[in-house]
């Protein structure tokens, strides 16, 4: 369930969303409704997400450092000042070398000090370009390719270890196509006047910054570099089709790789990518890979060598010197997101501990600021989740008992984490110094990378968790059919202990059901309990299936972002079945924590009107329009705009909570309301 996070915390805003929260002196539970942010001159049935969040959205303005801003921040912002604060501390500490103390600490001054980073400039990238220099012909570039893998840096496609979809309690080596520094190989491939502005200002942008890195010769090799990837662009899958985990999954051996693309190193890649033992490969996109030494041969080497030093600039450009980041920021930032100002040096020193020493903070974060009472109600909610989604499964018309049976049997063995992982990561062989950012960064990913590499030939550790606990998220990974749900989201207003349930299930509620709805959307649907790839569904149960999808991605597909940009019907497929199924899902668990009594009302509000309201206001968020166009380009999920009102009219239960009728604009049909689960 990715959401689009906000990083800035406004006091007003603070006191808004949290006002409601506070326990009364009678401790009985509030609402969790926040008026103030509502526009109740709207009529629900005409526009739900304005009617909620309405009133917030006409007072308040994204701030000039941030691409989206909305109640997301609450908890993102408050996460980072906790995080910071636990850096700090840490910092302070004098801590013992090698110590985690001292890692995160003098991670954290590398990144803060930018005198010194100023002062390397170019320079920590000199060993990566006389490397890219040494390659004398073309066909070195696979083997190359195979190091660049293994450092983090640009290629064609990239190779990692992940859970064997056929077998998910062993590893599999995995490759996914790449080589493209635009979100989406759209990008390359549009002609409309909007796509062909970016990518004009994307080749002045690689032009500056070959020109910061005293290459020869920028403009010439900016338009090279465009040349080259758009040609890599033309031959990827498209987006949609890589929805699909039946036909990502084409098990290769060395003497097939050999044959798919004659001419190709792979012994070579393998070998200086750490794969070399490796018997079987999966290829996640064979057409594209079949393609990659044509496109070798027949581009200069010296073309390949500035687009390898430009991916060496380009990953690595907010590491270095602050002329390299703010060139960086003025095309990704700006020009993509519509970001005029970038955030605060320690708000992107805070997210880079986070994102190489992660669990280090994560243990400490657990501590000071999740409650053992939270993991406890919120363990209870995934339970009655999981019981609301075994009724409505079993009460399906339109699925025969052998399908059902085999889905109560997938639901059955979902894996619930909260909070926090059982055991921690140890990183007791990284090498951390408070004077080198770019060196801190490397050994990071050599440290994650070679982590990655010892899985192979394993068991699956089932116990690791893919997010940190201090993460505002929730996700559902199929191949170990678990659903994960990190302590920073578990907090007004997504989870509200001093609130009435009603808000509560309508909001985190929707979110636990939206990640167990994960396991029966398109993707997840072709994974059984077990976590194994395999068709489960019997023929006549897929095609219904796939008539109600089918009913959804056209309801999506017609929704307009801007009068020249639609939704992607199909590619957010999954992220609007988990979002429609976890609304319904919630609000049935909602209805049997009543215990058959009628919901009570609160502040002049029914329960079924709290519950929906609830799910809206979590989805408070103004977005710039160029970060919306390239949500829309690039990111399977739908803007939120339409997370609301898009599955709110496919909801019977939301027509009588608010006396939804004919000519309302939302209002949808009984007959073109679509339910699948």
Request: with cysteine.
């Amino acid at each position: 369930m990715k959401r689009h996070k906000v990083l800035l915390l406004v006091p007003t805003l603070t006191t808004l969303l949290l006002s409601s929260c506070k326990k009364e002196e009678k401790h009985e539970l509030t609402s969790g409704i926040i008026k103030q942010n509502m526009d109740t001159l709207v009529k629900p049935g005409d526009d739900f997400d304005a009617y909620v969040n309405g009133g917030w959205m006409k007072k308040n303005k994204i701030p000039s450092d941030k691409s989206s801003f909305g109640v997301d921040a609450i908890l993102d912002d408050e996460a980072q000042a906790n995080v910071k604060s636990i850096i700090e501390e840490a910092a302070k500490s004098n801590a013992k070398e090698g110590s985690n103390e001292q890692k995160i600490g003098d991670f954290y001054n590398s990144y803060m000090d930018q005198k010194t980073r100023d002062a390397k400039g170019i320079t920590p990238l000199k060993p990566i370009f006389d490397q890219i220099d040494a390659i004398t012909n073309v066909t070195e570039l696979p083997a190359f390719f195979g190091k660049a893998n293994k450092a983090g840096l640009s290629a064609p496609f990239s190779i990692q270890v992940t859970e064997d979809f056929k077998d998910p309690t062993t590893y599999m080596a995995f490759v996914w196509q790449g080589g493209l520094s635009l979100p989406e190989r759209e990008y390359y491939m549009l002609q409309d006047a909007k796509s062909k502005e970016i990518r004009v200002k994307y080749e002045q942008h690689v032009a500056s910054m070959l020109k910061l890195a005293n290459i020869a010769e920028p403009e010439l090799k900016a338009k090279e570099i465009l040349a080259l990837e758009t040609r890599i662009a033309s031959n990827h899958v498209k987006k949609e089709e890589t929805r699909d985990a039946t036909k990502m999954y084409n098990v290769f051996d060395l003497a097939a790789l050999d044959k798919l693309s004659p001419g190709f190193d792979w012994t070579g890649f393998l070998k200086e990518s750490g794969f070399g033992g490796q018997k079987k490969i999966i290829l996640a996109q064979p057409s594209y890979i079949s393609k990659v030494y044509d496109i070798i041969r027949t581009t200069p080497l010296e073309v390949w060598k500035t687009w390898l030093k430009w991916g060496a600039i380009h990953d690595n450009a907010t590491y270095l010197s602050a002329n390299l980041d703010n060139e960086n920021f003025n095309f990704y930032g700006k020009v993509l997101s519509g970001t005029t100002k970038q955030r605060e040096s320690w708000r992107r020193a805070v997210g880079a501990v986070n994102n190489n020493l992660g669990e280090v903070v994560g243990e400490q974060y657990v501590k000071k600021h999740f409650t053992p009472e939270a993991k406890e109600r919120m363990s209870e909610l995934v339970k009655n989740l999981l019981k609301a989604y075994e009724a409505s499964i079993k009460e399906l018309t339109w699925m025969t008992p052998e399908t059902k049976k085999e889905a109560l049997d997938k639901l059955s063995k979902f894996t619930p984490k909260i909070g926090y992982p059982d055991h921690w990561r140890d990183y007791s062989k990284l090498t951390v110094k408070k004077d080198d950012l770019f060196g801190n960064m490397q050994r990071s990913y050599e440290f994650e990378y070679n982590r990655m590499l010892d899985k192979l030939g394993k068991k699956v550790d089932k116990t690791e968790w893919g997010m940190t606990p201090q993460t505002v998220n929730a996700y559902y990974n199929p191949s170990l059919n678990e659903i994960v749900f990190p302590a920073a989201i578990l907090q007004p207003p997504f989870f509200d202990l001093t609130a009435d349930d009603a808000v509560n299930y309508g909001s985190i509620g929707a979110v636990i059901g939206h990640e167990i709805g994960h396991g029966f959307d398109d993707q997840g649907s072709t994974f059984d309990g077990n976590g194994v790839l395999r068709n489960w569904w019997t023929e006549a149960d897929k095609k219904a299936f796939e008539q109600r999808t089918g009913a959804l991605v056209k309801q999506y597909s017609s929704f307009k972002v801007f009068p020249d940009l639609n939704v992607n019907g199909a590619f957010t497929l999954g992220e609007n079945i988990g979002d429609l199924g976890g609304l319904a899902i919630a609000f049935k668990a909602y209805k049997i924590s009543l215990g058959g009594k009628p919901s009570p009302k609160i502040e002049g509000m029914t329960g079924e009107q709290r519950f929906f309201i609830g799910y809206a206001q979590s989805w408070l968020v103004k977005q710039r329009e160029e970060a919306l166009r390239t949500q829309v380009a690039s990111d399977p999920h739908a803007p939120a705009h339409f997370r609301v009102n898009g599955i709110v009219r496919n909801t019977p239960e939301w027509y009588d909570a608010f006396n939804v009728k004919p000519g309302d604009s939302l209002y949808l049909a009984p007959a073109d309301r679509v339910k699948i689960w």
